[in-house]
């Protein structure tokens, strides 16, 4: 049965949002899978940053473009400063064998420290942008800085938009029959607290592969 939910459910405090790093209640009762990179550049001070990022949505434009829109970027973070100072960044995308280590890149997130190589995994320049690159993930989409929006009136966070000018993937990534893009060893995706907005019981998925679906009849009428 659908339920209509119009206010926050009881049963997803206010305090609880806030606990979680100012999350909607909606993100607890939707909670989407989002695909988890890296976003790279370079600090003012020449050293590595390293920002996970999960909320963005990715699309081509014509027979030669990729856009990316970073839905929210933290205006008071190191990624902004650098992809705003430097004009580029690099997107890199980790597979769950060397997601514990990008993970630590959070915990390593001092302006001084060159979070990759803190992190454990490996820096190498990118070929077209001004920026490092994380060796270890599948896929790098060197971008460059389109635009920025406010996410809502007077907010901190900024909507970004990038736009690829250079890819990086791994041949055994592409090719179906070796690892393939997706299942264990392919794209991660982003999992925010699954809640049950009537008992507020949560589901411990903190992160998600995707499975190739059966095949679907392409009727459209
Ligand atoms: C899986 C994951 C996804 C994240 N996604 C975002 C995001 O979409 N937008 C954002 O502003 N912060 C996001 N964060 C938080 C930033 O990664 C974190 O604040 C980071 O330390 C900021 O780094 P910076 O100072 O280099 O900008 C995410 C964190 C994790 C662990």
Redesign the pocket.
């Known amino acids: 049965m659908k339920k209509e939910f119009f206010t926050r459910p009881e049963k997803i405090t206010e305090q609880w949002c806030k606990d979680a790093?100012w999350f909607s209640w909606q993100d607890f009762v939707t909670a989407m899978p989002?695909p988890?990179f890296v976003?790279t550049g370079w600090k003012s001070n020449g050293k590595e940053?390293?920002?996970?990022?999960?909320?963005?949505a990715f699309h081509g434009v014509g027979t030669d473009g990729l856009i990316c829109i970073?839905?929210?970027?933290?205006t008071s973070?190191?990624?902004?400063r650098?992809l705003k100072e430097s004009g580029g960044c690099v997107l890199n995308f980790p597979s769950s064998d060397v997601y514990d280590r990008c993970?630590k890149?959070?915990g390593n997130?001092e302006f001084d420290t060159d979070?990759i190589t803190a992190a454990g995994l490996t820096a190498e320049p990118a070929v077209k942008v001004n920026a490092p690159r994380i060796q270890e993930c599948f896929l790098n989409i060197e971008c460059e800085f389109l635009w920025e929006h406010e996410v809502c009136e007077g907010s901190q966070?900024r909507t970004v938009a990038l736009k690829a000018v250079h890819i990086c993937m791994d041949s055994d990534r592409y090719d179906q029959s070796k690892l393939g893009r997706y299942g264990k060893t392919g794209y991660l995706f982003?999992i925010d607290q699954p809640t049950n907005p009537e008992t507020g019981e949560r589901a411990d998925i903190p992160?998600g592969v995707i499975e190739p679906g059966e095949h679907i009849e392409w009727k459209t009428k």
């Open positions: 790093g989002w988890v976003v940053n390293a920002c996970l990022q999960s909320w963005s970073m839905s929210v970027v933290n973070g190191h990624m902004y650098s993970i890149t959070i997130n979070e966070e982003q992160c």
